[in-house]
């Protein structure tokens, strides 16, 4: 406790991860949500992690039913929410336990001591009570009675039903953290009085237990340390938060108004790539049609029959609904017409875990469908790299006329960071080319599998085109003519025809970048979300002075021109991916270079310190028969 | 411009091959579906076939307008998405009982359901053809074939009753034998708003030789089916003797004219909202019943895509046509300077005396 009188210390740090965790329906994802909107707006450096389970409501109080938000603020430039919260606000005894494991040794504990009751232990399955035995012994505890002193304060507003009582005590929580880190309450008040306005009681409590929260701080002294993150040294420009399904809706629109196309997006709910579905149908005055489908089969028919049509279509789903949709793809190879297909991956296989983060289905987009079915596939690095990941879709699949597929996944589309916003002056329009009737007076005859010499395209000649009628099917065809044919030559030849065009899109794709030395001892390879915690592992290794560079593929199909040749350059290669090893086995297929995979597959991403230490391990193993 | 020109039925032939075994009803449908194109006052580049797989399914290569031969079942998806993109474009879903009602019983369902402006046009055939005979959702039980040599067990679809549990707007049968009856109700199907499904019963010679004899064989066809027209007593029968009452409680019964009133006999309407009448028709099915044929429903109501694109002038009309630049401005925007302090978007003091 601290003395009276003796005052509070401010203690200026770099970063700090701070987790909320609570029961499912105490309101964490909202608490996070506001303290992180309210760093965002001070100019810290942002990367959160919301962790909730699958069910709406899991019983109260066990641990099944703990929902988590970690946010991690900084004044310098991070790319990870974080690998070991340094403060954690518990609400019940279950977000104590199911939390703790993670937690930094000597990290703060806040607990709602009113919720460490003797059933609520036995929920969380406590033998005997964590604050009172010497468990947390290792930790900064701070006892609460956040529900009692949540319900001083809010208990006599008129209208507040006894229910709504309780349901103000996480802005109790938030208060209180935003005293700690010396935070104004004035953005959450704001956006509380917005969200509430037509609920006066509700905006009262929340306003009240927010103050009371900030005030106990203030007043009763139990902390004796405040904590600044001073703003981060960000490019100048105009930021927002933006999460990466929030990026990949937004990147859809401005690809369609680059290229002055409808946006039409057909999509069956599915976690955790719904919100996509949601953000673009409240966007509707940008001319985006949305359909919500019977089922993600019907998703992708729908998407091929708008791409047919000449707009701008995609469809977005996860695992479980690729799965469905593999035999629509094909039709969509064959009939060689631009859809983006964007898989938000979560842990499989089947239903699998529909909230947690997996990269388990690189394998089933490159290969998971009958016969060769090539098809280009991008990965976004961060939540905002899904912005330009999704415009660069959409450039290739009209380029190739081909679908393209965006890889994302849970972690990533949950998870926000600032995001300078884009200007649109400065970005290139999409030229998309439909022929014309006038295109064939010379004597040319319109051939709807023909090839652009320069791209491999097929011409996008779409329905309403006087005099281009043609038919397109899924059966084998005659190359040019694209009629049925099951000659043997003519299989042989579209099949190849088809892979070289994908192929060929290396040509407009960038290098690969090496981030660090050219050459070395170490390059550690990624894709997709993984980008964050790479870089920060190697840029550590790197101030170790060890020989490690990095390079994040963001295209996986094809790769990058320069790929093999970047790879021979270093002694040895790890892969670090939250799947078995896909990547690995691809890179070691393709360039017959020895790959050392790190997989990890808990539902979680990883965490700085892992790569680290695998990154050790393998530089002590020495070269051993690398070249015998 | 083709609109201005008078198109015939040749020009909607392709230059491909039509494959269908000889005698298959099929050629019949593909006949008269060239020669009411021409009439329904639409550019043949403003027409699209889309079908799923089957002998069937091969439709749109052998028309000469815009077509997609697609995958088992789901040609009602591709149209809907289709006339997302376009809406002014004129679309039909080429089916077969299996496509449609089987692989793509979902698709059709919701495509009926949400009235999407197409035309969906089901050839019934009850038999799987393409895979040369096995029985189909159409099949009336005990049907034998090489996967129920004794006998199929399931009770058979309906797919005038399916359609109309899918809320259709407009429902029609009619027949591959019937030239003329096709004609009409193909007509009326493509001037239709909103989703069109029509079967189209059609004889596969090769692999159910014969399953709609009963009403298609000369001697006794008349006694077997009933022409519905819109406002006309259900009268049918060789000697237009017989009608149908209603009786009891909405049971349909075959009456002779010789032993009641005419005002007693059921007066068609297609037009009715509710779809009671309709789907009473639908159940009617031999021996005890003629089976109708001619237009079940045909009511108007606002179609999938109109509300859609209501929807876009809406939003567009409370927002503003949507710009780039206001797209990506979000609730919460912070300004970092050129002096890379970042600091600007603070709002508010802080409160704090120490
Ligand atoms: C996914 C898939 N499953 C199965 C098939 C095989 N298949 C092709 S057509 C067909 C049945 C077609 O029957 P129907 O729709 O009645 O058409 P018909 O040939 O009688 O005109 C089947 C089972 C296929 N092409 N695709
Ligand atoms: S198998 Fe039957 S349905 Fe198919 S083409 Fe021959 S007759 Fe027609």
Redesign the interface.
């Known amino acids: 406790m601290a003395e009276p009188g003796k005052p509070v210390q401010i203690k200026v740090v770099d970063d700090v991860v701070i987790r909320f965790a609570g029961d499912s329906g105490d309101g964490m994802q909202l608490t996070g949500t506001q303290f992180t909107n309210t760093a965002a707006i001070i100019g810290n450096d942002i990367s959160t992690l919301p962790d909730y389970p699958a069910e709406i409501r899991a019983p109260a109080g066990t641990l099944a039913g703990v929902s988590g938000f970690q946010v991690h603020l900084a004044s310098a430039d991070i790319h990870t929410p974080g690998d070991e919260p340094h403060v954690l606000i518990a609400m019940n005894p279950a977000a104590l336990k199911a939390s703790l494991r993670n937690l930094a040794p000597g990290g703060t504990i806040i607990v709602n001591t009113d919720e460490f009751t003797r059933g609520n232990l036995r929920k969380a399955e406590y033998e005997s009570n964590p604050l009172e035995d010497d468990s947390l012994q290792n930790y900064m505890v701070h006892t609460v009675p956040i529900t009692t002193l949540n319900r001083n304060a809010v208990e006599d507003i008129e209208g507040l039903f006894a229910k709504g009582i309780n349901r103000s005590r996480n802005f109790f929580a938030l208060g209180l953290t935003f005293w700690m880190y010396d935070r104004s309450l004035d953005n959450t008040i704001a956006w509380i009085e917005k969200k509430f306005q037509k609920r006066p009681e509700i905006v009262e409590a929340n306003r009240r237990a927010l103050q009371a929260g900030y005030n106990y701080g203030n007043t009763t002294r139990t902390f004796q340390i405040r904590y600044r993150v001073k703003p981060a040294h960000l490019p100048p420009g105009i930021y927002r938060k933006i999460t990466g399904s929030e990026a990949i809706a937004l990147g859809m629109v401005t690809a369609s108004e680059l290229a002055d196309k409808p946006l039409v997006y057909c999509s069956y709910p599915i976690t955790p790539a719904s919100d996509i579905l949601h953000n673009l149908a409240s966007l509707k005055h940008f001319d985006v049609r949305t359909f919500q489908a019977e089922d993600e089969i019907a998703a992708m028919g729908a998407a091929i029959g708008a791409a047919f049509g000449g707009a701008f279509a995609a469809t977005g789903t996860s695992g479980p609904g690729v799965a469905l949709k593999s035999e629509a793809i094909n039709l969509a190879v064959a009939l060689e017409l631009p859809v983006v297909i964007v898989d938000v991956q979560r842990g499989g296989p089947s239903t699998g875990l529909p909230t947690k983060v997996e990269q388990s289905d690189l394998l089933q987009v490159m290969y998971g469908r009958n016969g060769e079915s090539p098809v280009v596939v991008l990965a976004p690095s961060t939540p905002s790299d899904c912005f330009d990941i999704t415009i660069e879709a959409f450039r290739l699949a009209v380029r190739g006329m081909s679908p393209v597929f965006v890889l994302a996944d849970g972690y990533l589309a949950n998870s926000a960071e600032p995001w300078a916003l884009p200007d649109p002056e400065s970005m290139e329009p999409i030229a998309v080319k439909h022929p014309k009737p006038e295109d064939f007076q010379n004597g040319s005859k319109f051939l709807p599998y023909g090839r652009d010499p320069e791209t491999m395209g097929r011409p996008w000649a779409i329905p309403g085109t006087p005099q281009l009628e043609h038919r397109v099917g899924g059966l084998g065809k005659q190359p040019g003519t694209g009629n049925v044919s099951h000659m043997p030559e003519d299989h042989q030849q579209m099949v190849a025809e088809r892979a070289a065009k994908v192929a060929s899109l290396v040509d407009v794709i960038p290098d690969l970048k090496v981030i660090g030395e050219d050459t070395g001892d170490l390059l550690v390879i990624g894709w997709g979300s993984t980008y964050g915690a790479i870089l920060q592992a190697v840029q550590r290794a790197q101030r170790d002075g060890k020989r490690v560079s990095a390079a994040h593929l963001r295209y996986l199909n094809p790769f990058p021109g320069n790929l093999g040749d970047v790879m021979a350059r270093f002694d040895r290669i790890l892969v670090p991916e939250m799947n078995m090893g896909q990547l690995a086995m691809l890179l070691q297929a393709r360039y017959l270079q020895e790959i050392n995979s790190l997989p990890k597959v808990q539902g979680q991403p990883f965490k700085i310190s892992e790569i680290r230490n695998k990154i050790d391990e393998i530089l002590s193993q020495g070269l051993g028969t690398v070249g015998d | 411009?083709?609109d201005t020109i008078k198109l015939n039925r040749k020009d909607f032939r392709?230059d491909?091959t039509v494959r269908w075994c000889p005698g298959c009803g099929d050629y019949a449908i593909l006949a008269q579906v060239q020669k009411v194109l021409p009439d329904i006052g639409v550019?043949?580049?403003?027409?699209?076939f889309?079908s799923g797989i089957g002998c069937s399914s091969r439709f749109?290569?052998y028309?000469?307008?815009?077509?997609?031969?697609?995958?088992h079942g789901?040609?009602?998806?591709?149209?809907?998405?289709?006339?997302?993109?376009?809406p002014?474009?004129t679309v039909f879903v080429i089916t077969g009982d299996g496509d449609g009602l089987s692989i793509g019983g979902?698709?059709l369902?919701?495509a009926c359901r949400r009235n999407v402006d197409i035309n969906i046009l089901l050839f019934n055939n009850r038999i799987y053809g393409l895979t040369k005979g096995q029985y189909s959702p159409t099949s009336l039980p005990g049907t034998r074939t090489k996967t129920s040599p004794m006998g199929s067990l399931e009770q058979a679809f309906n797919p005038i009753s399916v359609a109309l549990a899918a809320e259709a707007t407009f429902v029609a049968r009619t027949i591959d034998r019937e030239q003329r009856h096709m004609g009409e109700i193909l007509r009326r199907a493509a001037a239709h708003r909103g989703t069109s499904f029509v079967e189209i019963l059609t004889n596969c010679l090769i692999f159910n030789d014969g399953t709609f004899s009963d009403v298609t064989d000369r001697e006794i066809r008349d006694d077997n089916r009933l022409r519905l027209e819109q406002g006309q007593p259900m009268i049918f029968g060789q000697d237009n003797d017989k009608g149908i009452r209603m009786s009891g409680c909405f049971e349909p019964e075959v009456v002779s004219l010789d032993d009641v009133d005419a005002e007693d006999i059921l007066v068609h309407n297609d037009k009715l909202e509710g779809s009671q009448l309709a789907y009473m028709l639908s159940r009617m099915t031999r021996p005890d019943f003629p089976v109708p044929f001619g237009v079940f429903r045909d009511v108007d109501h606002l179609t999938y895509e109109e509300g859609?694109f209501q929807?876009?002038e809406?939003?567009?009309a409370?927002?503003?046509?949507?710009?780039?630049?206001d797209?990506?401005?979000?609730s919460?925007?912070?300004?970092?300077?050129?002096d890379?302090?970042?600091?600007?978007?603070?709002?508010?003091?802080?409160?704090?005396?120490?």
């Open positions: 411009m083709s392709s491909q550019p043949k580049e403003n027409i699209v889309i749109p290569y028309m000469n307008t815009y077509g997609i031969h697609s995958i789901r040609a009602p998806t591709l149209a809907a998405g289709l006339k997302l993109a376009n002014d474009l979902n698709h369902l919701h859609v929807q876009v809406r939003a567009q409370a927002r503003g046509v949507g710009e780039l630049k797209l990506y401005v979000a919460d925007t912070w300004m970092v300077d050129d890379r302090n970042g600091h600007n978007g603070h709002k508010g003091a802080i409160h704090d005396e120490d």
